[in-house]
């Protein structure tokens, strides 16, 4: 990122110059990413981003939800103070987490209204619903729920990992053929692609057997996952 060119011009430069908005965006995260490396503040907050992410959402869902029972009869001062609170957390979540952790916002923010509407549940109908047929299920679904979910977030979907020493032989092989096949070779990973496997771009990995990417749990899910991933 930092080499010149004889003319002075650095790889950003280059960039502004073609107009490659996705380069340009691309560089200048990886400055940023750097100069938090140099920032002991900014190391601490990049080593908690996810802890950081689901705070700000708790936060954020908790405001929305305060707005909205505002005694005020007046929509325009609530949807003022709505998109005041979400251009906030806009702003907030650009500055404050990379690229790399960006993906688990969705789910961040599936946990935090799973969270409140348990705390609406347990603290404001629960305490006026005696019947046990009630609470019952819905005890069952939000476990269960719960249970799923951390399944189908913490199974290995089925990355396929290679060592330095496997890219370098694969590189070195492909040379010696002169050939360069796409359907069972990953540019991005160099790596060799089992068959039905696919290199998905928001894991920046190829997966054996790969269904879907799910926003929910931010990860790929495969044939395996299916059943955990429907409930």
Same mark, same amino acid.
């Given at each position: 990122?930092?080499?010149?060119?004889?003319?002075?011009?650095?790889?950003?430069?280059?960039?502004?110059?073609?107009?490659?908005?996705?380069?340009?965006?691309?560089?200048?995260?990886?400055?940023?990413?750097?100069?938090?490396?140099?920032?002991?503040?900014?190391?601490?907050?990049?080593?908690?981003? !996810? =802890? &950081? @992410?689901?705070?700000?959402? %708790?936060? #954020?869902?908790?405001?929305? /939800?305060?707005?909205?029972?505002?005694?005020?009869?007046?929509?325009?001062?609530?949807?003022?103070?709505? !998109? =005041? &609170? @979400?251009?906030?957390?806009? %702003?907030? #979540?650009?500055?404050?987490? /990379?690229?790399?952790?960006?993906?688990?916002?969705?789910?961040?923010?599936?946990?935090?209204?799973?969270?409140?509407?348990?705390?609406?549940?347990?603290?404001?109908?629960?305490?006026?619903?005696?019947?046990?047929?009630?609470?019952?299920?819905?005890?069952?679904?939000?476990?269960?729920?719960?249970?799923?979910?951390?399944?189908?977030?913490?199974?290995?979907?089925?990355?396929?990992?290679?060592?330095?020493?496997?890219?370098?032989?694969?590189?070195?092989?492909?040379?010696?053929?002169?050939?360069?096949?796409?359907?069972?070779?990953?540019?991005?990973?160099?790596?060799?692609?089992?068959?039905?496997?696919?290199?998905?771009?928001?894991?920046?990995?190829?997966?054996?057997?790969?269904?879907?990417?799910?926003?929910?749990?931010?990860?790929?899910?495969?044939?395996?996952?299916?059943?955990?991933?429907?409930?």
């Amino acid at each position: 990122m930092d080499i010149k060119t004889v003319k002075g011009e650095t790889a950003l430069d280059l960039a502004i110059q073609t107009q490659n908005c996705f380069v340009i965006y691309m560089l200048m995260e990886e400055g940023r990413m750097r100069s938090k490396r140099n920032n002991r503040l900014l190391r601490i907050m990049e080593k908690y981003e !996810l =802890f &950081l @992410l689901l705070a700000s959402c %708790l936060t #954020v869902l908790w405001a929305i /939800g305060y707005v909205m029972n505002l005694s005020s009869d007046s929509w325009l001062l609530k949807g003022c103070l709505l !998109l =005041f &609170l @979400l251009v906030g957390m806009a %702003l907030s #979540v650009r500055q404050s987490v /990379g690229v790399k952790n960006l993906r688990y916002l969705p789910t961040a923010l599936m946990l935090s209204s799973v969270f409140w509407m348990s705390v609406t549940w347990f603290f404001w109908f629960m305490p006026d619903v005696t019947n046990a047929i009630v609470e019952i299920p819905v005890m069952f679904s939000l476990v269960g729920r719960l249970y799923f979910f951390y399944k189908a977030w913490r199974t290995d979907p089925g990355y396929i990992m290679s060592s330095e020493k496997d890219k370098k032989e694969n590189i070195a092989a492909l040379a010696e053929a002169g050939c360069l096949d796409f359907r069972t070779f990953c540019t991005s990973c160099l790596v060799r692609k089992p068959l039905r496997s696919v290199h998905r771009v928001p894991c920046d990995s190829c997966v054996a057997r790969c269904d879907q990417h799910s926003l929910w749990i931010a990860q790929c899910i495969v044939t395996q996952l299916l059943q955990a991933s429907f409930w």
